[in-house]
């Protein structure tokens, strides 16, 4: 096997070796998955008060492997992307804990969670009014509103946003990320053979022994925690957990609009890396539809909203293998330790520092992919159009960094960064003159390329 070819099927490389890259790509996306649920519970607001609400982590385990082989089924079999729980919605959250007024003034933080969650269910409603829009127009025309002067800067911004989270839970133990980071390094530049193809589960595991045998690991929940156990929404409330109110659908639903930027900017991402058009074929209509649906879904049963893993795309970067059987895998695994609340804590009680220095890696690869992005579609920088869109994008989705809020019927809506972006970078795009991006057009090089400039 050429180690420089990427592996499309990997059935060639055995059943067992299958079995460790599901494990991989269940390694990168646990982290963040699990990291959701752990902040909702623990927030404050300004005054140190909690206002933490109870979202669980086997619920959000559950519907992150439900909602990705969803996906699959949905973009017939053919994206190698997995769905995690969505950092975007974390502001959401905290404003429905926050809040103290009309029907929430008497409500526990475990009530306000279930609105909060209605509020999820409609946010995923609106992807599919997307989905429509595309379906009936076509996605050419809805692309060109979103070339790679608007999607590049865009997915950079993606990564660049959750460098502070890598930095923040490397620096909880730096000598231990920088171990991850090394056997990943190690491992990917000088590895041979399925060595080269997993860097991020060796990068995982050597560290978790390493923080073992250093006395770094706190195992104290894992010692309480049961082998077997329902999630939350069937043993607590027997059924649906989503209620519905104005102010929170308010509050939750207009974070789609970051969401569904960020979830254009994954495709384009995935399908620069893999060299297919995901766009076009199964079609944008089609991933919005299984993305926005798995985020319903879970929003319905007490679950955090989904969103495509840019994590797992940096973890298609490094190991090469495109086959999406072993996403699934992935999705199977979560959903099997979604029932295992021993097992769940074993893996949760991974030390923060180790997931900051794999972060380190695969936060860093999404920006480089659109920077690629830009790159292989030939961006003209020397047009000044061009690089007003970009800059616009980047100081935006970077300076924006607590978001921007205003009241809407008597709640606060709160948009974040990447959201402020998107929306300025679409009206510059549809607004300024001189704009020639035709997608789909592409000069035969790179089947990965969205389009011509």
């Known amino acids: 096997m050429n180690q420089n070819e990427p592996i499309r099927d990997a059935r060639q490389l055995g059943v067992p070796k299958m079995l460790l890259l599901g494990l991989q790509h269940m390694f990168a996306m646990f982290g963040a998955t699990i990291l959701v649920p752990i902040l909702v519970n623990s927030q404050t607001n300004a005054a140190g008060e909690a206002i933490g609400m109870p979202l669980s982590i086997q619920t959000t385990l559950f519907f992150a492997g439900l909602g990705t082989l969803f996906f699959h089924l949905c973009t017939k079999l053919k994206v190698p992307a997995f769905l995690g729980s969505s950092f975007a919605f974390l502001g959401g959250f905290a404003a429905m804990g926050a809040m103290n007024e009309g029907i929430y003034a008497a409500m526990s933080q475990g009530e306000k969670l279930q609105y909060a969650c209605g509020g999820i ?56 990320a920088l171990v ?55 043993t607590d409330f027997g059924g649906s957990v989503a209620k519905f109110d104005l102010s929170a659908v308010l509050v939750m639903a207009p974070i789609a609009v970051a969401s569904m930027m960020e979830h ?158 998107a929306i300025a970078g679409i009206a510059l795009n549809a607004i300024l003159p001189g704009n020639d991006y035709e997608f789909g057009k592409d000069d035969g090089h790179n089947s990965g390329n969205l389009g011509k400039y």
């Open 264 to 421: 254009i900017g994954d495709m384009s991402a995935i399908s620069a890396t893999v060299g297919e058009n995901f766009l076009e074929e199964p079609g944008l209509h089609r991933t919005l539809i299984g993305d926005g649906i798995a985020t319903s879904l879970a929003g319905m049963f007490g679950g955090p909203a989904n969103t495509t893993y840019g994590e797992n795309t940096g973890v298609l970067v490094l190991s090469r293998v495109y086959d999406p059987k072993v996403i699934r895998l992935a999705a199977v695994y979560a959903l099997v330790l979604s029932f295992s609340p021993k097992f769940a804590a074993l893996i949760g009680a991974l030390p923060s520092a180790i997931i900051g220095g794999v972060s380190f890696i695969l936060y860093g690869m999404i920006s480089a992919i659109g920077v690629r992005n830009v790159v292989e579609n030939q961006v003209d920088f020397t047009n000044s159009r061009n690089l007003i869109i970009a800059a616009v994008i980047l100081v935006c989705g970077l300076g924006f960094s607590s978001g921007l809020s205003f009241a809407v019927g008597g709640a606060t809506v709160t948009l974040t960064g990447l959201a402020i972006a």
């Open 121 to 176: 269910v409609v946010a995923g409603l609106l992807y599919l009014v997307l989905a429509l829009l595309v379906k009936v127009v076509g996605v050419h025309k809805v692309m060109r509103f979103l070339p790679p002067v608007v999607t590049g800067p865009i997915i950079i911004c993606i990564g660049l946003n959750l460098a502070p989270s890598a930095v923040s839970n490397a620096s909880t133990c730096w000598w231990l």
């Open 180 to 234: 991850a980071m090394a056997i990943i390094i190690v491992c990917n530049i000088w590895g041979k053979g399925m060595v080269k193809i997993i860097p991020i589960l060796l990068g995982v595991v050597g560290a978790y022994i390493v923080a073992i045998v250093t006395n770094q690991v706190d195992f104290s929940g894992v010692k309480d925690a049961a082998w077997l156990g329902f999630q939350p929404f069937i």
